[in-house]
Nanobody, 119 residues
């Protein structure tokens, strides 16, 4: 059973910061692209950021310059540092592990963590 265990969500004021964490097993972390997605009420789930095992990153335009994704290989953990948060960042944030081999895609999700930005 693959597990992605998230932590770090909560309530923060506009302009504040939060850091999300997602821990998984070594067997997953070492070969899967890790990412963060979010879903706001009434909206589709969207990509926030991904990071490959080789260190390539991709960010949604709305978070570039404010959010940073990183991987700690010793802890099998991916982080999402979120700075200068705005109410528009309020959503459930979910960790994702994805691997594509040929035509086969393996995909795992965490349980999600709520991030609320409000004064």
């Amino acid at each position: 059973q693959v597990q992605l265990v998230e932590s770090g969500g909560g309530l923060v004021q506009p302009g504040g910061s939060l850091r999300l964490s997602c821990a998984t097993s070594r067997s997953i972390f070492s070969i899967y692209t890790m990412g963060w997605y979010r879903q706001a009420p009434g909206k589709e789930r969207e990509l926030v950021a991904i990071m490959t095992t080789g260190g390539y990153t991709n960010y949604a335009d709305s978070v570039k310059g404010r959010f940073t994704i990183s991987r700690d290989n010793a802890k099998n953990t991916v982080y999402l540092q979120m700075n200068n948060l705005s109410p528009e960042d309020t959503a459930i944030y979910s960790c994702n592990a994805r691997r594509v081999v040929g035509t086969l895609t393996s995909l795992y999700w965490g349980q999600g963590t709520q991030v609320t930005v409000s004064s």
